[in-house]
């Protein structure tokens, strides 16, 4: 919003006064409402960043329980296959020792 000090040769230094008073405090406002408005600014983006860094971690704890979790998986694919073979073995013997008799 342009602030304009109309100059005329009625001006008398008492108006003059008055005019740069009037002037001043409008710049005055101007800078307080700017620097409210950069304060309202700086504090939306810290709470947008620790928002962010909060998403961010929990994202990454989701990834670390998954990766456990297919590490366990992968694990229990090893040990069921180690049973699966240890019953083959288990059933041949029986039927070798069937076999027997």
């Known amino acids: 919003m342009p602030i304009y000090i109309q100059l005329s040769p009625k001006l008398t230094e008492e108006s003059y006064q008055k005019e740069l008073s009037s002037f001043s405090t409008s710049l ?8 409210e408005n950069l304060k309202h600014i700086k504090e939306q983006d810290e709470k947008a960043l620790r928002l962010a860094q909060s998403d961010i971690s929990t994202f990454e704890g989701h990834v670390s329980t998954l990766e456990e979790t297919i590490r366990m ?10 049973l699966d073979a240890d019953l083959e073995i288990k059933k041949r013997g029986l039927r070798d020792f069937e076999l027997s008799f």
Not at 28 to 35: F, G, I, L
Not at 73 to 81: A, G, M, N, P, Q
Request: without cysteine.
């Open 28 to 35: 005055e406002d101007a800078r307080s409402r700017y620097r």
């Open 73 to 82: 998986s992968k694990t229990d694919e090893e040990r069921l296959r180690q």
